[in-house]
């Protein structure tokens, strides 16, 4: 028992299990955009192919990082950042983590063409495709997008965007909508923020991999300016899809976590060369995110 209980809390760790939050709440806010009756077996295919393919993404990413050495620089496992580190503890094998991410990508696509055959279109697998390649893209050959500052921008389309609009489509048929896309920033711009946070810890050894983020771009010592705007640019969202009649009244106690961004940012602007004292700013990220998608998901749903 103690033995499948390491096996399993390994995997966990491996698929980055605790942020599978950050894809399937932006997913639920899409689907429950406007009122209405909800497609019950559209949905749960959709989700299937949403959570098999974040879980995927994230398999490849840290075989990728392995790949490039940037895993290699700092051995240690911190939760948040620097990756699973299960390769470098030679727990599980490089190759492993490519075959299990292969699955998880076959599993999406069945789910994803059950999905076009009822909804009798086949447009869904063309844009499907288009996701997977960005999320493969991400940080794999030979686009590996993380590498050449663009990482940043993926993942605010992916999780943001793709995932509100996308929703949004499998219930109503409309593709494209500003009424989603709006909806999507806040997402969007959170799950960058998490990733932007993270970046700041894996700062030194992404430079001696050649893998160039934003924080390259502003300095280290400057990355609290950049995470101040992605957050509170967030918040901005949040009031404007409250002022567009989106989201009621009752999202506004997401600007109750003002303080907390505010903390995190403290802690990003004092702490930027020490990693133990980051993970508290990661915690708060993540915290904040959890919270404003779950405030926005339920408003919806309810």
Known sequence: M???MTKLSCWIRALRLPFITASILP???????????VCFLTFSTGLISVIATHLGANLINDYADSKSGADWHDKK???LFGGSKL????????????????????????AVFFLSYVLHTISVIGFYLLI?????AYSQGPLRFSYRYLGEVVIFILFGPALVMGGYFIQRHVFPSTDAFILSLPFGLLTTAILFANEVPDYKGDLRAKKFTWVKLVGADRAYLMYYFLMFAAIAA???NIRLGA???????SLACSHLIIKAGAILKTHYNDKSK???ASKLTIFVQTLIGLLVALDLIL
């Open 278 to 280: 980051l993970v508290e």
């Open 77 to 79: 496992f911190y939760g």
């Open 132 to 136: 997977l390649i960005m999320g493969v």
């Open 27 to 37: 997913f639920i806010a899409g689907t429950f955009l406007f009122k209405g009756s």
């Open 2 to 4: 103690k033995n499948e």
């Open 238 to 240: 949040i009031v404007l």
């Open 87 to 110: 390769i470098q503890e030679g727990v599980l094998s490089e190759k492993t983590y490519l075959l299990v991410a292969v699955i998880l990508f076959l599993i999406a696509f069945v």
């Open 247 to 253: 989201l009621s009244w009752l999202c506004l106690i």
